[in-house]
C-alpha cells in the first residue's frame, strides 16, 4: 500500500507570503495525485489533481507540481482564508488514500 | 450547483448498525459519478471507506468488506450507507461526496456534504 508523508507539519506564515507544501510517496504514483484544503468545522476542497491541474474554482496563487514520489503545493502570496489545513491524496493505486497524519497545517504566524 | 446533505443517528451502541443517508440536490445521481462515503477521526485521518454508481455497483475498502454496504436510490436521488458491528473505532466524521473515476474508482472527490459526527458509546 502506498504511503504518503507530508511536511511540515505547521507553517507559520503571515499574509502576503508565499507557502510551500511537500508531499512524499512511498511509491512512483506518476502524477496522480490531488491536494485538499480543509478549514475548521468544513469538509475537505478539492484544490489540485493530476499533481498541477486546478480544480474549477480555486484561484490561481494555488499551484501544484511534481510527479513519481514529489509533490508540492505552492500558495503565492497567502490571503486569510487560505489559514486552513492542507492534505494530499494519491490515486495511482486502489483504495484512493489521503496522507496519514494531520496533513500540513498553516497558520498565521 | 451540486449539494449533498448527510443525516443519520448522532450517537449508536456498540456491535449496533451505523445507517447514514446522503441526498444529493443539483445533480441527478443518475447522471454518474462514484457517490462516495469517507471518513476523517484524529487516529485514522480521511479515509475512503465506499462507493456506489447509479446502477448499483459498489466499491467497498477491504478492511470493511464484510461490514459496509453502499446502496442508491436513483428515485430519490440519495446514497446509503450500513455499517453493522460498529465498534468505538467506527467514531467519526462521516462526509459523503461524489467521486470520479480516472486511474482508479473512484479517484478524486469534488463534491463534500458538511459531514456527520458519529459516536458508537454505550
Known amino acids: 500500500e502506498i504511503v504518503l508523508t507530508q511536511s511540515p507539519a505547521t507553517l507559520s506564515l503571515s499574509p502576503g507570503d508565499s507557502a510551500t507544501l511537500s508531499c512524499r510517496a512511498s511509491q512512483n504514483i506518476r502524477e496522480n495525485l490531488a491536494w485538499y484544503q480543509q478549514k475548521p468545522g468544513q469538509a475537505p476542497r478539492l484544490l489540485i489533481y493530476g499533481a498541477a491541474t486546478r480544480a474549477t474554482g480555486i484561484p490561481a496563487r494555488f499551484s501544484g507540481s511534481g510527479s513519481g514520489t514529489e509533490f508540492t503545493l505552492t500558495i503565492s502570496s497567502l490571503q486569510s482564508e487560505d489559514f486552513a489545513l492542507y492534505y494530499c491524496q494519491q490515486y495511482e493505486n486502489w483504495p484512493p488514500l489521503w496522507a496519514s497524519g494531520q496533513g500540513t497545517h498553516v497558520e498565521i504566524q | 450547483q451540486v449539494q449533498l446533505h448527510e443525516s443519520g443517528p448522532g450517537l449508536v451502541q456498540p456491535s449496533e448498525t451505523l445507517s447514514l443517508t446522503c441526498v444529493v440536490s443539483?445533480?441527478?445521481?443518475?447522471?454518474?459519478?462514484?457517490w462516495s462515503w469517507i471518513r476523517q477521526s484524529p487516529e485514522k485521518g480521511l479515509q475512503w471507506i465506499g462507493s456506489v454508481f447509479h446502477t448499483g455497483s459498489t466499491y467497498i475498502t477491504r478492511s470493511l468488506r464484510s461490514r459496509l454496504s453502499v446502496s442508491v436510490d436513483t428515485s430519490k436521488n440519495l446514497f446509503s450507507l450500513k455499517l453493522t458491528s460498529v465498534t468505538a473505532a467506527d467514531s467519526a466524521m462521516y462526509y459523503c461526496?461524489?467521486?470520479?473515476?480516472?486511474?482508479?474508482?473512484?479517484?478524486?472527490?469534488?463534491?463534500w456534504g458538511r459531514g456527520t459526527l458519529v459516536a458508537v458509546s454505550s
Open positions: 461526496a461524489r467521486g470520479t473515476s480516472t486511474i482508479v474508482t473512484p479517484s478524486l472527490f469534488d463534491y
Open positions: 443539483g445533480y441527478s445521481i443518475s447522471d454518474g459519478y462514484y
